[in-house]
């Protein structure tokens, strides 16, 4: 099982099934939460044969979910490309792992029913933990209270409208002026990216990069100087609007350009893997303006279904 996943992830699989049978933050080391609170009740899996039959089934839950990524593909292998591509996302950048023990559980509880519209709203949960800056413990509380729901739920349904996350408190962060700098930045670009991809099979986001339209330093001569005064370029050039994934390196000396040359000879190949990036090349020119609207309209559409 070790050689099927890997040695992180089979490590992880323990850490997500004390998560899912205790419903509760650790008190002890690893061994010591299953020899005193899983292995010593009676309602959870003994020690020996019968715990290896539930580590086998959660072993094969946690590769199709979260690596293989094929579980809610069609019978005869068409991949489910929202799941595969939204799961990608969720599993490379976001940085804590106990939302995977709310998936493995619904999963096992419930199987394939209704897995996709959990996931978005579990992702949801996950980004107002995230932009809020809730800490751990608290974390757990709310992951331990969506275990018992799905536990107690008898439908799909019912454990998935159990979940309220605050949605105007993610939009209220991707609005913020210092974006750029926040943890949860990269993920909500790639998201805005998912959003605007037509999703006719799995799309991978290898973002190298993330890079300011209006240069964070221009030069004093350049004609950003002109397009945006001191306080505007203060309050936007870190917003979402501002801001575009690249697929390759940065060139800091190309990235200062004026907008007409940066974004032929800098963005253009740099942009291509990432849609609603493109659409900066649309542009005649990049004002104040621009990069408002652009943040307003990433507010708003980027926690949009895929």
Request: aromatic letters at 12%.
């Amino acid at each position: 099982m070790e050689a099927q996943l890997g040695e992180g992830p089979f490590e992880e699989v323990f850490h997500l099934l004390r998560l899912i049978y205790v419903k509760d933050k650790p008190q002890a080391d690893l061994y010591s939460e299953f020899l005193n609170r899983i292995y010593a009740k009676k309602e959870l899996p003994e020690p020996g044969s019968n715990f290896l039959d539930e580590l086998t089934t959660y072993v094969d839950l946690y590769d199709s979910l979260f690596i293989a990524r094929d579980y809610l593909d069609a019978e005869d292998g068409t991949p489910d490309a929202r799941y595969h591509t939204l799961m990608e996302a969720m599993v490379t950048y976001f940085t804590a792992s106990e939302w995977k023990a709310c998936i493995l559980s619904f999963a096992k509880r419930f199987d394939k029913s209704d897995l996709y519209a959990f996931a978005l709203r579990l992702e949801k949960v996950y980004l107002d933990l995230w932009v809020r800056g809730v800490r751990k413990d608290e974390r757990y509380g709310i992951y331990t209270k969506i275990l018992r729901n799905i536990q107690d739920s008898q439908s799909p349904a019912d454990a998935i409208d159990a979940m309220t996350p605050n949605l105007k408190a993610i939009e209220d962060a991707c609005r913020i002026s210092g974006f750029y700098g926040a943890g949860y930045a990269k993920y909500l670009l790639v998201r805005a990216e998912i959003v605007s991809s037509e999703l006719d099979h799995p799309r991978h986001f290898y973002v190298r990069s993330v890079e300011h339209v209006l240069p964070q330093n221009p030069g004093q001569s350049s004609a950003w100087m002109d397009t945006f005064t001191d306080e505007e370029r203060k309050q936007l050039v870190n917003t979402a609007g501002n801001l575009v994934l690249l697929s390759k390196s940065k060139n800091s000396s190309a990235s200062n350009k004026n907008f007409g040359e940066k974004k032929d000879k800098y963005l253009k190949p740099r942009v291509s893997d990432f849609p609603r990036s493109m659409e900066v090349l649309g542009y005649n020119a990049w004002t104040p303006d621009v990069v408002k609207e652009r943040t307003e309209q990433f507010a708003k559409t980027v926690l949009s279904d895929p």
